[in-house]
């Protein structure tokens, strides 16, 4: 059960995150990133973060990446939210793959 004080937060850095990956788009050259969810662990330590990305052939890849450069973006996250958090989570990053699986049942209903 999620508390009030998490769904907050999860928004704030939902909402904070997606600024950032917008920003970033010009330099994935084409590649969109957005932040579909975002879960916080009940001690505020944790945020996982699920990114949805098109085309989803560069999924893997550009989660990769962005774990790679977690640490980067979670200080600019930090330097967004310093006046509503005391303490930034740390980030981890998941592949949103909801999308990709709605769109094969999809095709699957169409044969």
């Known amino acids: 059960m999620e508390s009030n004080r998490q769904a907050k937060i999860a928004r704030l850095i939902q909402k904070e995150l997606s600024e950032i990956f917008r920003q970033q788009t010009a330099k994935t050259h084409g590649v969109i990133v957005s932040v579909s969810a ?3 662990t009940p001690d505020l330590s944790i945020a996982r ?4 990305v098109f085309p989803s052939e560069k999924g893997a890849e550009m989660i990769e990446s962005i774990n790679k450069s977690a640490q980067t973006i979670r200080y600019e996250l ?3 939210v310093r006046y509503q958090l005391r303490k930034t989570p740390a980030l981890q990053f998941y592949l949103d793959d ?8 999809d095709k699957l209903l169409e044969k």
């Not at 973060?49 to 949805?52: G, P, T, V």
């Not at 909801?98 to 049942?105: F, G, K, Q, R, V």
Request: charged share 20%; aromatic share 12%; no cysteine.
């Open 38 to 40: 975002v879960r916080v």
């Open 49 to 52: 973060a699920y990114l949805s």
């Open 78 to 80: 930090a330097q967004k």
């Open 98 to 105: 909801s999308l990709d699986y709605i769109d094969n049942i």
